[in-house]
T-cell receptor, first 115, second 112 residues
Framework: AQSVTQLGSHVSVSEGALVLLRCNYSSSVPPYLFWYVQYPNQGLQLLLKYTTGATLVKGINGFEAEFKKSETSFHLTKPSAHMSDAAEYFCAVSAIYNQGGKLIFGQGTELSVKP | ETGVTQSPTHLIKTRGQQVTLRCSSQSGHNTVSWYQQALGQGPQFIFQYYREEENGRGNFPPRFSGLQFPNYSSELNVNALELDDSALYLC???????????FGPGTRLTVL
């Protein structure tokens, strides 16, 4: 079975500060890991993904995440927050041979950015 | 290249009614997955269709059913609507089962 836990339902940072959104996963098989962003009244946009290979993954809008197998974590970071980063962020796990790669999402973390 | 589109954008139904939501997959994609996102929650997998066949189902009752057409567009049908069915319904398409999924904007369903 697979599951995702996002620590902190709400994170608030100042503009220009480091963004750190935490994600821990559970998977009995090698996982594929994803971070999605959702702006109000919109669908999900893929920020970045880890499948195999390099454990530090760079995504769009300056975000990156590191897959740490020993810690079962896939935390999302951005060195300097921008006002436009305010949104809901979802971590997700899947396995290609688990029901066609269905995505299992965490509960989400709402990011607020203060001026 | 047109992305994933969904219709309608919003709709309101009453308990006990039936609803059909529609999804057009991205060009070249043969797999469609449906997710339910309740307010304040992460999306939950309903089912997936691959080349017109159901290819996996989440923990949803049989009154949630679907179809995929030869052009790979898809429908989600929900019978006997309940208040708890109020949610954002997201459709995602992918080039093949197991590949990266691209999401549409969703359909907001309100059940009164």
């Amino acid at each position: 079975a697979q599951s995702v836990t996002q620590l902190g339902s709400h994170v608030s940072v100042s503009e220009g500060a480091l963004v750190l959104l935490r994600c821990n996963y559970s998977s009995s098989v090698p996982p594929y890991l994803f971070w999605y962003v959702q702006y109000p009244n919109q669908g999900l946009q893929l920020l970045l993904k880890y499948t195999t290979g390099a454990t530090l993954v760079k995504g769009i809008n300056g975000f990156e995440a590191e897959f740490k197998k020993s810690e079962t974590s896939f935390h999302l970071t951005k060195p300097s927050a921008h006002m436009s980063d305010a949104a809901e962020y979802f971590c997700a796990v899947s396995a290609i041979y688990n029901q066609g790669g269905k995505l299992i999402f965490g509960q989400g973390t709402e990011l607020s950015v203060k001026p | 290249e047109t992305g994933v589109t969904q219709s309608p954008t919003h709709l309101i139904k009453t308990r006990g009614q039936q609803v059909t939501l529609r999804c057009s997959s991205q060009s070249g994609h043969n797999t469609v997955s449906w997710y339910q996102q309740a307010l304040g929650q992460g999306p939950q997998f309903i089912f997936q269709y691959y080349r017109e066949e159901e290819n996996g189902r989440g923990n949803f009752p049989p009154r949630f059913s679907g179809l995929q057409f030869p052009n790979y567009s898809s429908e989600l049908n929900v019978n006997a609507l309940e208040l708890d069915d109020s949610a954002l319904y997201l459709c995602a398409s992918s080039p093949a089962a197991g590949n990266e999924q691209f999401f549409g904007p969703g359909t907001r369903l309100t059940v009164l």
